[in-house]
């Protein structure tokens, strides 16, 4: 079983970083080689800026290549909770930036080319306890009326057509989206960006920005770069001089496994219609099919930071967790097995803007694949003076109390969500 990301280990070499120092002026630099960092880029690019990526490590490599691979509409918590708290045209705002984000990932793999096995399949939200399926039922009514009259129930009696699983009762099918490999979209977006101009710095930490002479000065692990604008797009990143995000932002832990690859005859019957699909559990799993025939199967498992030896212990949940699921995978091998850092603001909203003078865009809370991607090119927008395009601009983000940037308090949620699980 290798300690390392399926997407990452997987994906094609060939991605055209830049050699030799960082020494340059560009109109914009780009803090994260993520798929907000790059899509940004690739925008910004195609308007003739001159941009520079850097990223502390392998572009692709953070929390873009280590998420389960959905890219679906649907905001991250529960539209009726999300419509209760801001209000019918807030919660629809929102469940419509989700969906618009989904449309800009299709479009620029169409537009880029970009291979990256691409499955437009949709999503199922499948319910864990039968009362969770009333639940379901009622928010599919609400989302049918007020914004998105493509969503379906499945009911108990037809959940087993979709999952070969006695652990269901049935599930909330939201049909516009996909799923993809996350490695081959890196590169591929990557190049798209190299195409265009951009300059992209690898292994290349930001220690400090700071204003100078009506522009900001980056120092980085290789050089130092100057800029006119900067758009911050770290997402749960540990490196770097940004204390600021930090303090509002709680970097959970979420644990993939991926089994060997099995029969077509065995994932036909397990899941016959390809789907991503998700639980309704607060300690939810999340899993798919691979391009390759195998099983991806993830989820929060443990509320602590992603490390090798934490990696193992939550590997050990999920294989436990996939074979309560599916028992005929009760002894598949697990061939990978990897944690991520997933960037979660306090009402699991995303958040972008500009602070101190500076751009950002981050904490899409589970459902970043879509709307990095979807808000890079939103950012290009905003940074060419067209701040109405950014969807979040209103959404106020005090830091979480009590959080200096280090989450001590992640066993704690963690505790509680466990014991909610048991009575929710």
């Not at 890219?71 to 999300?82: E, I, K, M």
């Not at 969503?151 to 516009?176: N, T, W």
Request: hydrophobic content about 40%; proline content about 4%.
């Amino acid at each position: 079983m290798k300690l390392d990301s399926y997407w990452l280990d997987t994906a094609p070499a060939g991605i055209q970083a830049s050699e030799g120092p960082v020494d340059a002026h560009v109109d914009v630099a780009v803090i994260g080689g993520g798929f907000t960092g790059l899509s940004a880029a690739l925008a910004l690019g195609k308007r003739g800026a001159s941009v520079a990526v850097l990223d502390a490590g392998r572009m692709g490599g953070g929390a873009s290549g280590r998420n389960g691979g959905q890219c679906n509409t649907g905001v991250a918590q529960d539209y009726a909770a999300l419509r209760a708290q801001l209000g019918v045209e807030r919660a629809q705002g929102c469940y419509r930036a989700y969906a618009a984000a989904v449309d800009t990932v299709e479009r620029v793999i169409r537009e880029e080319r970009i291979d990256c096995d691409y499955l437009a399949s949709g999503k199922l939200k499948l319910a864990a306890k039968p009362h969770h399926l009333a639940h379901l039922e009622q928010t599919a009514e609400l989302i049918r009326r007020e914004v998105d009259p493509d969503v379906e129930i499945i009911s108990r009696d037809a959940i087993r057509r979709e999952v070969d699983s006695d652990s269901f009762y049935g599930g909330l099918l939201q049909k516009h989206g996909g799923q993809m490999h996350m490695g081959k979209f890196a590169v591929g977006l990557a190049n798209a960006a190299v195409r265009t101009g951009a300059k992209l710095f690898e292994h290349a930490a930001v220690t400090s920005i700071a204003k100078d002479h009506g522009a900001y000065r980056i120092d980085s692990a290789r050089g130092t770069l100057r800029a006119d604008q900067v758009l911050i797009a770290t997402g749960p990143s540990r490196h770097g001089p940004f204390g600021w995000y930090r303090r509002r932002l709680a970097p959970v832990g979420s644990f993939i496994v991926v089994t060997e690859p099995l029969p077509a005859e065995q994932l036909a019957r397990l899941l016959p219609q390809r789907r991503s699909y998700t639980t309704s559990r607060l300690m939810h799993n999340y899993f798919r099919i691979t391009p390759d025939s195998r099983l991806l199967f993830g989820g929060r498992a443990r509320f602590t930071a992603s490390e090798r030896p934490s990696d193992a212990k939550s590997g050990r949940i999920l294989q436990a967790n996939l074979a309560q699921t599916f028992p005929s995978l009760t002894h598949a091998r697990i061939d990978y097995c990897w944690g991520g850092l997933v960037d979660i603001t306090a009402d699991r909203l995303p958040r972008a803007g500009q602070h101190d003078g500076i751009y950002f865009s981050m904490g899409y809370s589970g459902h970043g694949t879509q709307m990095s991607t979807h808000m890079g090119q939103v950012m290009a927008d905003v940074i060419g003076g067209n701040v109405a395009a950014n969807p979040w601009r209103d959404f106020d983000w005090p830091a979480i109390p009590g959080h200096t940037g280090k989450p001590w308090f992640l066993p704690l949620v963690g505790a509680y969500y466990q014991i909610k699980d048991v009575f929710y």
